[in-house]
């Protein structure tokens, strides 16, 4: 928890206003721990500015911030992805933003945690581990985890990279994640391979 200089000085009889204080924070506690926070932040005269709980997963873990390009190395999530795969990104983009066309990350990097946290969510949404391996795969196999894969945007950038990501050596994966781009450098000479219907027939999955 962070919080600023105190936003104001109390005034009053002291002994009456700890009671008052004390009273107030005991009925807050059955209301959970982060209501407890504010309010004992509050009774203490400070600004609350920012609460962080243990276990959360933002930009160092590889969350994405809107608005986040392929130029972006301030954000893990692009810095953190293999050099080639960035540097073959890097000059699609350039050579689509001369028709227009801008590309966003909408993943990149991530880190195992953050990984690991998508695999439950999707196993949560889907209802089982094998639907779940349809499109969100485990720390230890995903390319996300290793750097070498990123989710583009919008679905001008899609339209885009499918007519000529080839070209730069940067394909289509999986058949049912047109967004989903990985470097194969072989493609520049003979065109991209065929594509799995989903992450599931993908061999490196299943290692």
């Given at each position: 928890?962070?919080?600023?200089?105190?936003?104001?000085?109390?005034?009053?009889?002291?002994?009456?206003?700890?009671?008052?204080?004390?009273?107030?924070?005991?009925?807050?506690?059955?209301?959970?721990?982060?209501?407890?926070?504010?309010?004992?932040?509050?009774?203490?005269?400070?600004?609350?500015?920012?609460?962080?709980?243990?276990?959360?997963?933002?930009e160092?873990?590889?969350?994405?911030?809107?608005?986040?390009?392929?130029?972006d190395?301030?954000?893990?999530?692009?810095?953190?992805?293999?050099?080639?795969?960035?540097?073959?990104?890097?000059?699609?983009?350039?050579?689509?933003?001369?028709?227009?066309?801008e590309?966003?990350?909408?993943?990149?990097?991530?880190?195992?945690?953050?990984?690991?946290?998508?695999?439950?969510?999707?196993?949560?949404?889907?209802?089982?581990?094998k639907?779940?391996?349809?499109?969100?795969?485990?720390?230890?196999?995903?390319?996300?985890?290793s750097?070498?894969?990123?989710?583009?945007?919008?679905?001008?950038?899609?339209?885009?990279?499918?007519?000529?990501?080839?070209?730069?050596?940067?394909?289509?994966?999986?058949?049912?994640?047109?967004?989903?781009?990985?470097?194969?450098?072989?493609?520049?000479?003979?065109?991209?391979?065929?594509?799995?219907?989903?992450?599931?027939?993908?061999p490196r999955?299943?290692?």
């Amino acid at each position: 928890m962070t919080c600023s200089e105190p936003a104001r000085t109390t005034t009053g009889r002291l002994p009456g206003g700890l009671v008052t204080t004390t009273r107030r924070i005991r009925r807050t506690l059955a209301a959970g721990p982060r209501v407890v926070i504010a309010a004992v932040v509050k009774a203490l005269g400070y600004r609350l500015v920012r609460v962080q709980y243990h276990g959360t997963l933002g930009e160092a873990d590889g969350a994405v911030p809107r608005g986040t390009t392929v130029f972006d190395d301030e954000v893990p999530a692009v810095a953190n992805l293999d050099p080639a795969l960035l540097g073959a990104l890097r000059e699609a983009a350039k050579d689509a933003a001369n028709d227009g066309v801008e590309f966003f990350v909408n993943s990149g990097w991530r880190s195992p945690e953050y990984q690991n946290r998508l695999r439950r969510e999707a196993v949560s949404r889907y209802g089982s581990e094998k639907e779940a391996a349809r499109w969100v795969a485990t720390p230890g196999t995903s390319p996300h985890v290793s750097g070498n894969a990123v989710d583009i945007g919008p679905s001008e950038a899609k339209a885009w990279l499918s007519e000529h990501g080839a070209r730069y050596g940067l394909c289509q994966i999986y058949r049912n994640e047109p967004w989903h781009y990985e470097l194969r450098p072989e493609a520049v000479e003979h065109g991209c391979p065929p594509m799995y219907p989903d992450p599931s027939h993908d061999p490196r999955m299943r290692q």
